[in-house]
């Protein structure tokens, strides 16, 4: 090797040594501004309407991106004395805000794939269970839209048409609650 290589060699050395190294964050949820904020989660009571269940959750700052930590809350099920009503193995594939207020929510999982035997009453509080949740924590959600497992879908359980967006129904939420 001549000695101008050498050089050359020498100083890219010296040079990447010297690059001032980048640091890690303290912590990712500083970083991502993830805190623990309180969130209302709907399920249905033994009188047959939706109840909220308050639960302290850490969630990004961007509702985009706390949108599906909520939902995926939501289908781990109830605490207290509510109903489970979305199917135990429900995944959350995604969820997005769409501009205009429209929330687009993939479900997901084995019973979907196989056919959920659910009854109208229990697809119908599925549905409006997640839309009140999602209703309730993020101002600008003002309708949801389901596909199932990545693809539009008649319905959940062949009973409620999912060919449209739903949006919060007062009416299905205990007075209690609201």
């Known amino acids: 090797m001549n ?17 001032k190294e980048e640091k ?10 993830v805190a623990v904020r309180a969130v209302r989660l709907y399920f249905e009571s033994p009188q047959m309407l939706l109840v909220s269940e308050s639960r302290s959750l850490a969630l990004p700052e961007s509702s985009a991106a706390a949108v599906p930590v909520v939902l995926r809350e939501l289908m781990k099920g109830p605490q207290g004395g509510a109903l489970r009503i979305w199917p135990e193995d429900t995944v959350i594939r995604g969820a997005y805000l769409l501009p205009g207020g429209t929330a687009v929510v993939d479900v997901g999982g084995p019973t979907f794939a196989e056919g959920w035997g659910a009854g109208t009453h229990q697809e119908l509080m599925a549905i409006h269970s997640a839309v009140q949740t999602l209703a309730a924590n993020f101002e600008t959600v003002r309708q949801v839209r389901f596909v199932v497992n990545g693809m539009p879908a008649e319905t959940l359980a062949g009973h409620i048409s999912l060919a449209r967006s739903h949006p919060p129904d007062p009416a299905m939420v205990d007075p209690a609650s609201r």
Request: aromatic share 0%.
């Open 3 to 19: 000695r101008g290589a050498i050089l050359l060699v020498v100083a890219v050395l010296a040079v990447s040594g010297c690059r």
């Open 24 to 33: 890690a964050p303290a912590s990712l949820d500083a970083a991502n501004k």
